[in-house]
Structures are given as C-alpha cells and as structure tokens.
T-cell receptor, first 113, second 113 residues
Framework: GDSVTQTEGLVTVTEGLPVKLNCTYQ???????FFWYVQYLNEAPQVLLK?????KRTEHQGFHATLHKSSSSFHLQKSSAQLSDSALYYC???????????FGSGTQLTVMP | EAGVTQSPRYAVLQEGQAVSFWCDPI?????LYWYQQPRDQGPQLLVY????????NSQLPSDRFSAVRPKGTNSTLKIQSAKQGDTATYLC???????????FGEGSRLIVV
C-alpha cells in the first residue's frame, strides 16, 4: 500500500534561519496529490500546501515545496523561520488507488528565539 | 462558510463504556472521513464515506467501532466497550470529491481510564 515517511520527529531551528522538513513516499500509482498539513497545539490539522504536478514549486505563507516524482519526495522548506511557525507538520499523500489521505508520522518544528 | 463541526470536544470514559462522536461536514462536501490520532502520532484513517456509502472501512475495528452517514451529510462514529488503547483524538474531515483538500474539525478527544 501507499506510505509516507517523515524521518525527523523533531526539528529545532533558530529564528531567521532556513528550515527543511523531509518527506518521502511510496506508491504504486501514477496519479498522486501531495499535501503538507500544519497542526498547532490543540487545533485541527489545516492544509498548508498542495501539489500534484511534478517538478513544480508550490508556495504558501512563506513555505514552499516541490514534488519530485523521480526521487519520491516532497520536502517542505522555508528560507527564514519565524517563532509562529512552531507546530506539528504532516506530509500526506492521496493516490489514485484509493484517494484516501495517508499521513506521515509528523515532524514537530520548534523555532527558538 | 462554516467549517467542520464535531461534538463532544472531550470525553472521559471507563473501560467498557460506550461513546458516540458526531460530525457535521462543510456544506456540499460529499466525502467524509474519520481519523484516529493517538497522542504523538499522525492521523490514521478509520473509515470514509462518499455521500451515504462507506468507501473504505478496512481500518475500523469492526467489533467495537461503527460509523454511519445515513443521509450523506452528518455522521456518527460510535465506540462500544471502550478500551484504554482507544485513547486518542478522533478527527472528522470532509472534502469535495476524492483527492482534494481535506478540511478537519477540531476533533473529539477521548480518554479511556
């Protein structure tokens, strides 16, 4: 079945420095949609980015990600982390096999002053 | 536009008791999902509906969990004879069609003691 891997459970970065959260996936289907969701403490996950186009950069709220089907990756990046970015970030995949959303295990991002 | 509404927000049960969670999706969204999110883990799909039909309930513990969406709008997730391992937040989400962005409710946090 489909799977999503987020290798870092916890990422700590200093305010103003760049941050990268890794996400790789496995699927046997060709048509996929990829998402990054952010979950603030005691709140529901909310969509941050969505992409279904190979090698196309997607941006929102200062974050960006590019789907690379050749390497099965959809890493999330930001050039300058802000204190308000501290949250739990989930990578998620919807493949044409079932179109249900499969989540990774999440990465807790902490931005330090 | 109103978002996804869930109730109750919190429930504390003793083992063996039953609980029902209710979800009102975004108006017009045909697809409704129930996810279980244990503490410090990513959301895991339990069941999802297209209109009133169950599309996939393969991850739903059928002996104690049940879910319905009789009119293709609101949905109820019921846990009978709760166990400590059911302690988690139960998230409802809805989308317009498959493979599109999921919008989550704030969740129902269940503690089984």
């Amino acid at each position: 079945g489909d799977s999503v891997t987020q290798t870092e459970g916890l990422v700590t970065v200093t305010e103003g420095l760049p941050v990268k959260l890794n996400c790789t996936y496995q699927t046997t289907y060709l048509t996929i949609a990829f998402f990054w969701y952010v979950q603030y403490l005691n709140e529901a996950p909310q969509v941050l980015l969505k992409s279904s186009t190979d090698n196309k950069r997607t941006e929102h709220q200062g974050f960006h990600a590019t789907l690379h089907k050749s390497s099965s990756s959809f890493h999330l990046q930001k050039s300058s982390a802000q204190l308000s970015d501290s949250a739990l970030y989930y990578c998620a995949l919807a493949s044409s096999g079932s179109w249900q959303l499969i989540f990774g295990s999440g990465t807790q991002l902490t931005v330090m002053p | 536009e109103a978002g996804v509404t869930q109730s109750p927000r919190y429930a504390v049960l003793q083992e063996g008791q039953a609980v029902s969670f209710w979800c009102d999706p975004i108006s017009g969204h045909d697809t409704l999902y129930w996810y279980q999110q244990p503490r410090d883990q990513g959301p895991q799909l339990l069941v999802y509906f297209r209109d009133e039909a169950v599309i996939d309930n393969s991850q739903l513990p059928s002996d104690r969990f049940s879910a319905v969406r009789p009119k293709g709008t609101n949905s109820t997730l019921k846990i009978q004879s709760a166990k400590q391992g059911d302690t988690a937040t139960y998230l409802c989400a809805s989308s317009l069609g498959a493979g599109n962005t999921l919008y989550f409710g704030e969740g129902s946090r269940l503690i089984v003691v």
